[in-house]
């Protein structure tokens, strides 16, 4: 039997075709009708009837004398409670999910709010991979989401791919570059490493770390001193402050900040000149800074000035959804008053930065997130998490697991009910293919669950997730324009997308984030592979990925650097920096710059978010992920590392 649901895995939100035969997925195939794929769907959705039932969680399990024991889900939640219900609302953290759907998020932030009374919500991959792009589109567009869609790709003619690579991370996403390529798109690439992207674009920048402020105040600097810009702009509130904070990036002052040549920093700019229909696109390479919201703004800037689209992707599959579902800790308590007719507090809720690293708190709900190997200063985070009481709400066990003192077994999506909201916010609908695995249940049973138990019952009064989506379009005011019953019925809707205003935020360049030294004379930065997403729970159970994945956890550094090191490929080397140290192998790969090495971040074996010290983007509390001085000493023999 073939039946329809969405991918588990990025922000695209592709529809796919599941052959299920009794209770397993056996095949996934692509789904011919789908606005998102086109009927091209990547190889890691593909390959989802790999993974969906290995090492997962099938029963609540809680943690007595150092030890897991399975129990029944009524003994798990009164242990909850137990250790929990007694704590001040300032002690308690939850941190909703993108890989769920929007019925679960909502419900848990409501949980939070109105039975713990507090604003300690936070959504994790939004705080740590895009949450400083929606900080700028608020400012600048008045609108904390994409305003364009996947197809406005295929009609640019020049279109910046600025910190991404989205040959690698979004395949989906990059067919329509292909199409608009082949109609004639000039495609600009702007990376701080040689990847995919750079090798497939028309114009080629490869710059120096931390310094895109810099190359696109000078390619509006060139706009403005060539006129060709839309006059529109002129009219647009910021626009004599950002004449007068580009003036000094002149070409000549941008190549020598940036590392380029004039001639490759005027082929780009002319490009953008020349274009008439232009558009741009920025991944974490841009956003995971301690200038993070600075970057995105002097992005916006440039397409501001020339009318031009903003066509980034988000991350997990339900990233978006998450935050406008209000998972995030400084939230319009008055709107959630007016529509629970509940008495909430006002005191202003804090960011998983802050309650699992600067300032932690005494328990943590944590819904389908890894902060044992994702959040940044991780020698910090362990030691904080070893003295929380943490509730890890997961499909599959990770580094997290070994911390948490209740487990409890959550559906992946493919097993879920409900819906999502994709990274041009488009609404989905979820349709569980199979039944879900053991005891497993979604959030929003759990937390309506936990509800009656502590006496709240009657404010999680839902039936079913359609109860719950209704009560969204009520209540969320981006969602008012959704019909529930018409994507309970299959048909795709927008939530608003509209931009209320544009303005320009100009942003100054003070210089890279963190510089080399002598005892620290490289710069590391991170990246993903095509063949795995995130912690790799789902990805690196599937054979297929292994098996054409040559990606691994390597430090990847350029041959000149290797040679005057002496070291070869294979070889065990110590990277550390302030922060931390890990052990890697080398891999010498021609494309990296002298100066730069690189890692990726999905292998437990390799937890290199403890090189990252705790600096963020002071904007959005994104932590800096792509750029921090490291040493590298060969060593003769592999160290084991543990995540605890």
């Not at 920048?205 to 001193?225: D, E, F, M, R, S």
Request: charged fraction near 25%; hydrophobic fraction near 35%.
């Amino acid at each position: 039997m073939l039946k329809s649901s969405i991918c588990a895995y990025c922000g695209c939100g592709c529809r796919l075709r599941f052959a299920v035969k009794g209770k397993r997925i056996e095949k996934v195939l692509p789904d011919r009708t789908d606005e998102i794929s086109e009927g091209k769907p990547c190889i890691k959705g593909l390959t989802l009837h790999e993974v969906y039932d290995k090492g997962r969680i099938v029963q609540p399990m809680i943690r007595k004398r150092g030890n897991l024991k399975k129990v029944t889900w009524s003994e798990a939640l009164r242990y909850v409670k137990e250790k929990t219900w007694d704590l001040a609302p300032s002690e308690v953290f939850f941190a909703p999910s993108g890989k769920t759907t929007n019925e679960d998020c909502y419900v848990m932030q409501k949980f939070a709010r109105i039975v713990f009374n507090t604003n300690n919500v936070d959504g994790c991959c939004s705080r740590l991979c895009h949450a400083a792009t929606l900080v700028a589109t608020s400012e600048a567009y008045g609108i904390h989401a994409m305003p364009y869609t996947l197809n406005d790709i295929k009609n640019t003619d020049c279109l910046l791919i600025i910190g991404s690579n989205p040959a690698s991370n979004y395949p989906v996403l990059f067919n329509r570059i292909l199409e608009a390529k082949r109609r004639g798109c000039r495609i600009i690439s702007v990376q701080s490493i040689f990847n995919e992207i750079t090798q497939f674009a028309d114009i080629q920048l490869v710059i120096q770390p931390g310094t895109y402020i810099a190359l696109l105040n000078g390619i509006a600097n060139h706009l403005i001193k060539t006129g060709k810009y839309d006059r529109n702009a002129e009219h647009c509130e910021g626009f004599d402050k950002l004449v007068e904070t580009v003036k000094p990036y002149t070409g000549r002052k941008v190549c020598d900040i940036c590392g380029i040549s004039h001639r490759d920093f005027l082929s780009a700019a002319d490009a953008i000149s020349d274009s008439e229909n232009f558009g741009a696109l920025h991944g974490m390479g841009m956003t995971q800074h301690i200038k993070a919201v600075e970057n995105v703004q002097s992005l916006l800037n440039l397409l501001i000035l020339k009318n031009g689209k903003i066509l980034s992707c988000r991350g997990e599959i339900n990233v978006q959804g998450c935050g406008d579902m209000g998972c995030v800790p400084n939230i319009d308590t008055d709107l959630f008053e007016r529509a629970w007719s509940v008495k909430l507090t006002r005191k202003l809720g804090i960011t998983m930065i802050n309650a699992l690293s600067l300032s932690p708190v005494k328990a943590c709900f944590i819904s389908g997130f890894n902060p044992a190997q994702s959040m940044p200063d991780l020698n910090r985070v362990h030691r904080n998490l070893e003295e929380m009481f943490i509730v890890q709400m997961d499909s599959y066990l990770n580094l997290t697991s070994g911390f948490a003192d209740v487990i409890l077994p959550t559906p992946t999506l493919l097993e879920r009910t409900g819906t999502i909201t994709n990274g041009e916010r488009r609404v989905r609908l979820v349709s569980g293919v199979i039944e879900p695995l053991g005891k497993s249940e979604q959030e929003w049973v759990v937390f309506r669950k936990l509800a009656r138990m502590l006496g709240y019952g009657k404010h999680f009064p839902y039936r079913n997730a359609r109860d719950v989506l209704h009560e969204i379009t009520n209540v969320i005011p981006s969602y008012s324009g959704i019909d529930a019953d018409s994507v309970y019925m299959g048909y795709d809707q927008f939530a608003d997308k509209t931009i209320k205003f544009r303005k320009f935020i100009p942003a100054i360049f003070t210089g890279v984030d963190d510089v080399r030294s002598r005892r620290y004379p490289f710069l590391l930065t991170t990246f993903r592979s095509k063949y795995q997403f995130l912690t790799g729970e789902m990805t690196s159970k599937s054979e297929t990925l292994q098996r054409v994945s040559k990606d691994g956890a390597y430090c990847y550094i350029s041959r000149p650097d290797a040679e005057r090191l002496k070291l070869r490929d294979g070889d065990n080397v110590t990277v550390e920096s302030t922060a931390g140290s890990v052990v890697a192998k080398v891999k010498i790969d021609t494309r990296m710059q002298q100066g730069v090495v690189a890692m990726h971040f999905h292998f437990e074996r390799l937890l290199v978010n403890k090189l990252f010290p705790s600096q963020f983007d002071t904007r959005s509390l994104t932590p800096n992920y792509k750029l921090v001085a490291v040493s590298i000493g060969k060593i003769d023999k592999p160290q084991k590392q543990e995540g605890r």
